[in-house]
């Protein structure tokens, strides 16, 4: 299984930004796909999380009402867009599947309950 980040860049603060993630090698109909992101000097965090019905989203609170995660099993992708950006939300940007054990279900935000990971996407926030 392999996973391909892509649609970073540079956006001004207020911009918005779409990331996609396809993967290759296995359907991902099965699995919770998730975006964390790791800015410079700082540990990995979790940003959002969706089931593979997409009944479920999860998202940390510091995105919350301003970042959408979607996905679309037909094209095995998943997409992360970004609204209302800020500086603070500078990192790469990586996106991650897992098979949904009960581990996950219960702590979409572990990034120890993935399997699968991207190769991340950089993310620039200008103020």
């Known amino acids: 299984v392999q996973l391909q980040a892509s649609g970073g860049g540079l956006v001004q603060a207020g911009g918005s930004l779409r990331l996609s993630c396809v993967v290759s090698g296995r359907t991902i109909s099965s699995y919770l796909m998730a975006w964390f992101r790791q800015a410079p000097g700082k540990e990995q965090e979790f940003v959002a999380a969706v089931t593979w019905t997409t009944s479920s989203t999860y998202y940390a609170d510091s995105v919350k009402g301003r970042f959408t995660i979607s996905r679309d099993n037909a094209k095995n992708s998943v997409y992360l867009q970004m609204d209302s950006l800020k500086p603070e939300d500078t990192a790469v940007y990586y996106c991650?599947?897992?098979?949904?054990?009960?581990?996950?279900?219960?702590?979409?935000?572990?990034?120890?309950?993935?399997?699968?990971w991207g190769q991340g996407t950089q993310v620039t926030v200008s103020s």
């Open positions: 991650a599947a897992g098979h949904q054990t009960v581990g996950l279900l219960l702590h979409p935000d572990a990034p120890y309950e993935y399997h699968y």
